[in-house]
Nanobody, 122 residues
Framework: QLQLVESGGALVQPGGSLRLSCAAR????????IAWFRQAPGKEREGISS????????VYADSVKGRFTISRDNAKNTVYLQMNSLKPEDTAAYYC???????????????WGQGTQVTVSS
């Protein structure tokens, strides 16, 4: 069993930056693939980035490529999402998810956090 807790969401101006954290509680964190998803009101959940078990392989959606960076610290059981050059369209609830199988950006992960809100507005 794995529990995920997101943090770092906030209100930020366009062009600003935020770093989200996804802290995991449970055994063997380093065997889990981790992904970030987001969901805006009235829209489907969108996969935006994922990272392999020991880091290295990362995937990004076109909508965030070049602006967001995913990373993980297995010693701290934490995955980060550094978000730069934020736009109003990045406004959404952001969720992290984990699975022992690599599911890239498909929303079929076994474990999910409760989400953290990111609002980009002037």
């Amino acid at each position: 069993q794995l529990q995920l807790v997101e943090s770092g969401g906030a209100l930020v101006q366009p062009g600003g930056s935020l770093r989200l954290s996804c802290a995991a509680r449970g055994l063997n964190f380093d065997v889990y693939y981790i992904a970030w998803f987001r969901q805006a009101p009235g829209k489907e959940r969108e996969g935006i980035s994922s990272i392999a078990t020991i880091g290295g392989r990362t995937v990004y959606a076109d909508s965030v490529k070049g602006r967001f960076t995913i990373s993980r610290d297995n010693a701290k059981n934490t995955v980060y999402l550094q978000m730069n050059s934020l736009k109003p369209e990045d406004t959404a609830a952001y969720y992290c998810a984990a699975d022992r199988v690599d599911k890239l950006l498909y929303p079929m992960y076994d474990f999910w956090g409760q989400g953290t809100q990111v609002t980009v507005s002037s």
